[in-house]
């Protein structure tokens, strides 16, 4: 089945791999996105298609560029596909370019119900899910291959890095830790470390120390729907910070911070998007090879 906010009679021709992102009044997107024929990750049955955003340079130049993978891509870049808002990624990337920071961003979309089980890497005793490692094992065995066989990327870990937000952060945080063969930095929004019933923690402690750049972000008004919720978004962030200084993070590659109002909803992810992106692509993108 396909992800519940896909339309795909917007994507309808599959011969070949690659199509230019649809026009239209109703969508959002601004710069270059291609849309990739479907994939099958490991939620059985779910097609997910690739939305891969260029760098405005990328067509005047043969330069090579980082890469950022980022789930729930069907939310990054164009609200009429998007179940609950857009991250504006497209619009952030193009700004961030009059400032030299220049990647290519690609949005995996999600499995829609088998979501949870894809990012989180430790089961919930009454939600279930951990699929986390089948999940990145597809990220990187055929995401990102496909990726750097038909874009001009910089393949090492340096210049590879993963982002998402609420459980999409926890596995991006999980992704460095766990594959700091391919990935080099991680951008963790909101995560949800409270699916993982405090076993992320003892796990995180256990891991010897991989370097990587990580930015970790929270809102204070996180789920307020649910008891307690937001307090425990915030004090699980504040203690997952701790643990990572402990284990030799520094201010150069660490960075935390907590949003004041801060809510768990794109607009809030969209907003914090730029000071991400400053801290983790700006070194690269300054010491990037042409």
């Known amino acids: 089945m396909d992800h519940p906010g896909w339309d795909d009679t917007l994507f309808a021709d599959d011969s070949a791999a690659w199509h230019d992102y649809p026009g239209g009044q109703e969508h959002t997107v601004v710069g270059t996105v291609k849309v990739s024929r479907p994939l099958y990750g490991p939620a059985e049955g779910v097609r997910r298609r690739l939305l891969v955003y260029l760098p405005p340079s990328y067509d005047r130049t043969e330069k090579h560029y980082p890469v950022l993978y980022m789930h729930d891509g069907q939310n990054l870049f164009d609200a009429a596909v998007s179940y609950s808002g857009e991250w504006q990624v497209d619009e952030t990337m193009e700004a961030l370019s009059a400032e030299g920071i220049e990647a290519i961003v690609v949005g995996v979309a999600s499995a829609g119900s088998g979501r949870a089980v894809d990012y989180s890497a430790h089961r919930h005793s009454l939600y279930g899910g951990g699929g986390a490692d089948a999940y990145l094992d597809f990220l990187v065995r055929e995401v990102k291959a496909l990726i750097d066989g038909s874009c001009r990327t910089l393949q090492d870990r340096v210049h590879t890095g993963v982002m998402g937000s609420s459980m999409g952060g926890s596995v991006s945080l999980y992704a460095l830790l766990t594959r700091a063969d391919v990935f080099g930095f991680a951008g963790v929004i909101s995560p949800a470390f409270w699916w993982s019933e405090g076993t992320i923690f003892s796990f995180v402690a256990a891991l010897p120390f991989t370097g990587g750049r990580i930015y970790i972000d929270v809102g204070d008004n996180e789920s307020p729907e649910v008891p307690g ?41 969209a907003r914090r998007l730029p000071g991400a992106l400053r801290f983790l692509l700006g070194p690269i993108c300054q010491a990037r090879p042409s």
């Open 229 to 269: 919720r937001a307090e425990e978004y915030v004090n699980d962030a504040i203690r997952m910070e701790a643990l990572l200084r402990a284990k030799g993070y520094t201010p150069e590659n660490l960075y935390f911070m907590v949003e004041a109002g801060g809510e768990h909803r794109e607009s809030a992810w």
